[in-house]
């Protein structure tokens, strides 16, 4: 692989990957919870998740790879500690984040047509971006880059016309929902910070990666933040409650009109969920096409088409996805939101217990940044685990008071069946003696 991203390379990256769908269709949800609480719970939110990446990009660093988000986990730490987070992530995207974007995108497009029906529109909505993809990366890439400049385009009309009409009074009472909503609205946030982890996925791709990678997540996590407080004063200050039985659109109609509220309303939250869906199939292959050349998935599984698509694996991600949708329904929003957090902090436990290896591991001490020479580095990845673990609590624990006890069975039935699916995968391939994790080297590191 050529070495071609640079500092803002990866800056333009992370947070192109970061804002997007989150702001839109998650502070609408927070706010139903924790009102103009939101806005303090952006700033919680950011402190746990700015040590959870400043951990994974410290391997990154170290041990720049293609595919990282697995490979760490697995080789660093325990492969079946690593396929449970993964498959943890894959039970968040097929009844969490796949949905969730295409119901929440139905709904910003109910604000042109009052009586567009949801469900089959969000169905449509995956259809679309599934057939996309099937034509390639090249066309599906090209689509998202015109989506992420009309989408800044867009933030940057909401908050610059948005600033002289906050009226102050609409932001007291932070703690008025109490506590308890604050913390969990503080967790369910946290996935609007997880799009840097990404990177790792393109680390043989890096150049200078042990400096490049964390100082590029540390400025686009503070370029995110920024952004996210500024929509959040503007949301609240000029909207109220508007948003909470509303959208970002109810939001925008208060103090724009005529074109420039179409060019926020269309570029904003529709282009934004839009290019989320998008970059989501474009990139949840990925890390199962992985799995499928290290025979943890069988080989078969990772099917090419003419267009370099692993199509079998796009397939199965549509139609998993689309049968939560349809079986949910428009009442699940929140639900899907739960999951996709809770998915998206499951697959970074295993990374965030692998870091650990960076002060143990002779090799990698030698090549790690020099901070994990310090005596007190293992509080990083200490409080790294912490925070993850304790956010998926806190979200698991809301499912089953807020939904229902049978969602929250459902997602330890299936890493159950998972765990039982690893075992014996694991037993075949020592059997043929292909097991990827016989090799005690770091040779599965190198690209």
Same mark, same amino acid.
């Given at each position: ?58 391997? $990154? ?120 909503? #604050? ?29 490049? #990678? ?22 609240? $200050? ?41 970059? /989501? ?69 295993? /990374? ?31 409080? $790294? ?40 995968? #694991? ?21």
């Amino acid at each position: 692989m050529k070495k071609v991203l640079k500092f803002w390379d990866l800056v333009a990256l992370e947070i192109g990957m970061t804002i997007g769908a989150g702001i839109f269709v998650y502070l609408p949800i927070a706010a139903g919870a924790a009102g103009s609480g939101t806005i303090l719970a952006f700033f919680i939110a950011f402190v746990p998740m700015a040590i959870i990446m400043i951990n994974v990009m410290l391997l $990154g660093s170290t041990l720049p790879t293609t595919g990282g988000t697995f490979k760490y986990g697995a080789f660093l730490f325990s492969p079946k500690v690593a396929f449970l987070g993964l498959w943890a992530y894959l039970f968040g995207a097929f009844v969490g984040l796949f949905p969730l974007n295409a119901l929440a995108l139905a709904q910003y497009m109910r604000g042109f047509w009052q009586e567009l029906p949801l469900i089959p529109v969000a169905f449509l909505i995956l259809t679309f971006f599934y057939v996309i993809n099937l034509f390639g990366l090249r066309t599906a890439s090209r689509v998202e880059i015109l989506f992420v400049g009309l989408l800044f385009v867009a933030i940057a009309i909401y908050t610059g016309l948005g600033m002289g009409k906050i009226e102050s009074r609409n932001l007291e009472d932070v703690f008025a929902t109490g506590m308890g909503s #604050l913390i969990y609205t503080s967790a369910l946030l946290s996935f609007t910070f997880a799009g840097s982890n990404a990177v790792i996925e393109l680390g043989g791709e890096i150049e200078n990666p042990k400096r490049n #990678l964390p100082l590029s997540v540390i400025f686009s996590l503070s370029v995110v933040l920024l952004c996210y407080i500024l929509m959040a004063v503007v949301t609240f $200050g000029v909207g109220g409650d508007a948003v909470v039985d509303g959208t970002l659109n109810d939001v925008a109609s208060k103090y724009m009109s005529g074109f420039l509220f179409y060019l926020f309303a269309f570029g904003g939250p529709v282009l934004a969920i839009a290019t989320t869906i998008n970059a /989501t199939y474009m990139w949840g292959t990925r890390s199962l096409l992985a799995l499928c050349r290290l025979r943890i998935f069988p080989s078969r599984f990772a099917a090419i088409n003419k267009k370099g698509t692993p199509w079998v694996l796009l397939t199965i991600i549509w139609g998993l996805s689309s049968v939560m949708l349809l079986s949910i329904g428009e009442t699940g929003l929140n639900l899907f939101a739960a999951f996709a957090s809770i998915g998206a902090v499951a697959v970074i436990i295993p /990374t965030m217990l692998a870091v650990f290896q960076l002060k143990r591991n002779r090799v990698l001490r030698e090549k790690a940044p020099s901070i994990t020479r310090k005596k007190w580095f293992f509080a990083i990845p200490t409080l $790294g685990a912490v925070f993850a673990m304790l956010i998926m609590v806190i979200l698991l624990y809301q499912v089953g008071i807020d939904f229902s006890i049978v969602f929250f069975l459902m997602f330890f039935v299936w890493e159950i069946l998972g765990l039982v699916y690893f075992r014996y995968r #694991l037993k075949y391939l020592d059997k043929v003696k292909e097991n990827p994790f016989a090799r005690k080297d770091l040779s599965v590191f190198d690209d």
